[in-house]
C-alpha cells in the first residue's frame, strides 16, 4: 500500500487492526499553458508558446473512513484548509485543501453504532462515509 500523509496524519493503515483503509485513489493532474499564435507574414505559420515557467499540482484523493476517528481528522484537514505537507508516492509537496466532499450512502453506519474489532473485541466508535479530496500544490 502506498503511503500517503497529510500535515504529519497518516492516511496509511498503520497496522492490519486498523480498521480504516488507506486512499482508494490518488488522481495527481499538471497542466502546461500552451498558447498557440500565427506568426505574421506571407506564410501565415503557427508557433506554439508555453506561457508560464512554473505549473502547480493538482491531487485528487478518494478515501474512506471507517471510524470516528478517521472521520474526525478528515473533517479538521478540510476544515482547515492548509497548506499542509503532503508526503506521496509521487513527491512531498505544500499544498492546500481546495474542495472536498463527503458521500454517505444509504448503507454507511454512523455514530453512535459501535462495532468490535480486534482480538480483544474493543469497541470503536464508527462513522462511515468515502471522502474526496481536492489538493492543490502552494506557490505563496
Known sequence: MAI???????LTPRSESDP??????????KVNVVKVEQIPGAGKEWV???????????CTLTIR???KTRYTQLKMLCEMGGPYKVVSPN????????????NKDENDKEEPL????????VPIPLNVATW???????ND
Not at 480504516?20 to 493532474?29: L, V, Y
Not at 513527491?91 to 492546500?96: E, K, L, T
Open 20 to 29: 480504516d483503509p488507506g486512499p482508494k485513489n490518488q488522481q495527481w493532474h
Open 65 to 67: 473512513s471507517i471510524s
Open 91 to 102: 513527491g512531498v509537496f505544500w499544498m492546500y485543501i481546495v474542495d472536498f466532499n463527503i
Open 114 to 121: 459501535k462495532e468490535y474489532i480486534g482480538e480483544e473485541g
Open 132 to 138: 474526496t479530496i481536492r489538493l492543490q500544490e502552494e
Open 4 to 10: 500517503f500523509w497529510i500535515n504529519g496524519e497518516s
Open 48 to 58: 506554439t508558446i508555453r506561457t508560464s515557467d512554473k505549473t502547480l499540482w493538482d
